[in-house]
């Protein structure tokens, strides 16, 4: 007999899509009330997570599940960036018009497709999940199908990832055909080193999951798919997909392929440092917000995985201490974003915020934390961030990494660096409104606290994050 | 034995034949037919092989819903404007090396890797040793696991199922203005003094209708 109570989480998930389905289609005009309890179902979900102890170990159906405290944590984190980025969004999609009855079913199946992925012990439950999360991510890019450069960006994101799903199928295949099996463990013990078929699996599944965290060369997606989906979606974007990625991608390469690390790590450090110097060099000629902060949050998986390359636990444990801050930033960065409003429009570019210091003296003020932390100066979260990634990656005397994620440190500091210049020094420009959603304020408030307040007591969060142990 | 390798050469040419088929024929059309002969005969190899089940599958969903949806789609446009001329174009023809440099390269990986693999004579061996069967069918053995070991797998497809169909539905449907639905009940539930109403016209003056 299967023990279900460790996934009454994902059962609950899946139950509240078809209940809220049937209410969306019963009931007239129910799209605020669906969305309400879908950030309560969330709430519930989270409940159902804490219920159980987080230091729990079980593997489920014939091993291929698997509960543990990285999965935990992960899900964890996952459900509350999900009703972060739900209390945040929903003002705009009511002012842009996408409020209809899918928009947070979509949102839900696409968080049940990220648990599975966190969770996943197998190759084809993981591509199952991954296939839930991204066809629900392609409806999403494109809600706004009125907006052409919505639906643009929806097609071009599905017809990458398709491609992307190709060749990741293509190396579980070649992965299963080489170990005969298709489970991490069973995997782990028939790895070899000699057989090229199951490094050309891997490079094939690190192609597919760097797609999906949009690290050099394969984020051409990013910054067109950013700017054109709604600013909704673009949030979700931009910290959902990277954390169930992250999360993939540490378990596949540190559980079946720990052996073979020789193979794969220089992989993972090219990815790493074509993304840190690319997402910070391309992002200086941008003038569009959310397309600078997709080049940015490119820079910032290219941190990530230079955690995962050092092949230790505690590169590992910073690169989720990086994940877990970095969805911070992003939440503060796109909730002053949802700020801007005036007359039922959004603005976007660098040049709207032209001397927003003087109308908005609390907003521009928040900005320039979140700026300062993305950029990396202390004493805010954003340093600590790098500082754990950058001593996890020294003690593995990989020097000339972290030489170069400095480098590009400083150079990103620029583009951070000319916005705070832009609201603080430039001519004023009119007022924004000032009604916002007491959703937005509260999640802008947390993630700005956490940001600011960060150094005072950081044990809490490394104390957990400690304790993840995978190798 | 040589019959079975002389149905394997026949049907390898003509699926390798009607692949090539697809890519260069002028008309659209005839590429979605190529298209079809292709899945038709790899599923026929996949028969020869025992597996008939993925046989079957092949036929059903490429051939009877995939293939007939491409032909549909290209039905629907407008074909004699549209016809399929790259390989003589002037215009794209600078593309086509760069494809057959990707292409040589994955193909000549392929080898590599196929050539790492060692044949294994033990692997007869570990089929029975897990178990297999080797006198029911593949339908039947697929049909004792799915719903039993990969359930969780099974009911997960269902949901991918179920997102796609609300996606389709979003990004297609529309709320059209001004169409009157019917309401059956509404209808039924009439009655004849809420729908008829006798008036006494006068000579010469008419009815005064309300509407």
């Known amino acids: 007999m299967i023990n ?45 997570i804490l219920n159980f102890p987080i230091d729990a170990n079980v593997e489920l159906f014939n091993n291929s599940y698997k509960i543990d405290y990285l999965s935990s944590f992960m899900k964890i984190l996952l459900i509350l960036s999900g009703i972060f980025v739900l209390l945040s969004s929903s003002k705009y999609i009511q002012i842009v018009k996408i409020n209809k009855i899918e928009y947070p079913i979509l949102v839900l199946s696409s968080i049940t497709g990220m648990m599975v992925m966190i969770s996943s012990n197998d190759l084809i439950l993981f591509y199952i999940g991954l296939e839930l999360q991204s066809l629900a991510l392609y409806v999403l890019a494109s809600f706004n199908r009125d907006n052409i450069l919505s639906s643009e960006s929806g097609l071009k994101y599905f017809v990458l990832s398709a491609l992307s799903s190709g060749l990741l199928l293509y190396g579980c295949s070649l992965i299963y055909g080489f170990s005969s099996s298709t489970n991490f463990d069973l995997i782990a013990e028939n790895v070899n080193k000699d057989s090229y078929g199951l490094t050309f699996g891997i490079i094939f599944i690190i192609t597919g999951l760097a797609f999906k965290i949009s690290a050099v060369p394969f984020h051409m997606w990013a910054p067109d798919v950013y700017e054109g989906s709604p600013t909704s979606v673009t949030i979700f974007f931009a910290i959902l997909p990277k954390i169930a990625a992250l999360t993939v991608f540490i378990r596949i390469l540190y559980v079946p392929f720990f052996n073979i690390i020789d193979q794969w ?11 840190m110097l690319f997402g910070s060099i391309a992002a200086i000629g941008q003038k569009n917000l959310k397309r600078l902060i997709a080049y940015s949050s490119i820079g910032h998986m290219g941190y990530a995985l230079a955690g995962i390359s050092t092949g230790t636990n505690q590169g590992i444990q910073s690169s989720i201490t990086y994940i877990s801050i970095y969805l911070f930033m992003n939440l503060a960065f796109f909730a002053c974003l949802f700020m801007l409003r005036r007359d039922e429009k959004y603005f976007e570019n660098i040049e709207d915020l032209s001397g927003l210091s003087k109308n908005h003296p609390i907003l521009s003020f928040s900005f320039l934390i979140v700026l300062f932390s993305l950029a990396g100066i202390p004493p805010l979260v954003g340093f600590f961030a790098k500082f754990y990634i950058f001593t996890a990656v020294i003690e593995q005397s990989m020097y000339s990494l972290a030489i170069i994620g400095l480098l590009s440190t400083v150079i990103a500091a ?15 420009k009119e007022k924004f409104e000032r009604n916002h959603n007491i959703g937005l304020k509260i999640s802008l408030t947390i993630s700005t606290i956490f940001i600011l307040f960060y150094f005072i007591y950081p044990s809490p969060l490394i104390e957990i994050i400690e304790k993840i142990n995978i190798i | 034995m ?9 049907f390898s040419v003509i699926a390798v034949f009607s692949a090539i088929m697809v890519t260069v024929s002028r008309n659209t059309v005839h ?19 025992g597996a008939e089940f993925i046989g079957m599958i092949m036929l059903i969903v490429y051939v009877g819903a995939v293939a007939v949806l491409f032909l549909f789609v290209v039905m629907m446009l407008n074909v004699s404007k549209q016809k399929n001329e790259w390989l003589g174009d002037e215009k794209n023809s600078n593309h086509i090396p760069i494809g057959l440099l990707i292409s040589g390269v994955i193909f000549f990986e392929l080898i590599i890797v196929v050539g790492g693999w060692k044949y294994k004579p033990e692997l007869l061996k570990t089929f029975s040793s897990i178990g297999i069967d080797l006198s029911t069918t593949n339908t039947h053995e697929i049909g004792k696991v799915l719903y039993t070991d990969y359930i969780h797998l099974f009911q997960l497809s269902g949901m991918v199922l179920l997102v796609a169909m609300i996606g389709a539905i979003v990004l297609t449907f529309r709320q059209r203005e001004g169409i009157k639905r019917q309401s059956y009940f509404k209808q039924i539930s009439r009655e004849r003094n809420e729908g008829v109403e006798l008036a006494d016209p006068k000579n010469n003056e008419g009815v005064k209708i309300d509407v």
């Open chain 1, 4 to 48: 279900l109570n460790f996934i009454y989480s994902e059962i609950f998930i899946c139950l509240a899509i078809m209940i809220l389905l049937i209410i969306g289609v019963f009931k007239k005009n129910s799209a605020y009330l669906i969305y309400n309890l879908t950030i309560l179902s969330l709430f519930v979900c989270l409940a159902l």
């Open chain 1, 265 to 275: 790590q220089i992989i993972i450090i090219f990815l790493s440092i074509a993304s």
């Open chain 1, 414 to 428: 620029f583009y951070y660096l000319r916005i705070i210049k832009v609201i603080y020094f430039d001519a004023e």
């Open chain 2, 2 to 10: 040589i019959i079975h390798s002389i149905f394997f050469y026949i």
């Open chain 2, 31 to 49: 590429s979605v037919f190529f298209l079809i002969l292709d899945f038709i005969t790899i599923s026929c190899l996949f028969i020869m092989i």
